[in-house]
């Protein structure tokens, strides 16, 4: 059995341990960009855009990409 996986970081290969989190995934490619998750800046993401928990078990082949976290849109039209 393989102790490790490949994933997909911001389009890069990375090799984690079996049982890594995304945001071990993260951290794996660049501890920066993991801090930044982790104080909310920034969100991780899935292969199709939508956000993911950053406790999500990796998968071989996973692919995550880091966006900024953004409020949501609010609707400002008048009632």
């Given at each position: 059995m393989t102790s490790s996986l490949r994933v997909f970081v911001n389009a890069t290969?990375?090799?984690?341990?079996?049982?890594?989190?995304?945001?071990?995934?993260?951290?794996?490619?660049?501890?920066?960009?993991?801090?930044?998750?982790?104080?909310g800046k920034r969100v991780i993401t899935d292969s199709r855009g939508l956000p993911i928990a950053f406790d999500s078990p990796a998968h071989a082949g996973s692919i995550y990409r880091t966006v900024a976290n953004r409020p949501p849109l609010t609707d400002t039209r008048s009632p």
């Open positions: 290969a990375v090799d984690v341990s079996a049982g890594a989190t995304a945001l071990d995934c993260i951290r794996a490619w660049q501890a920066g960009e993991a801090d930044a998750v982790s104080s």
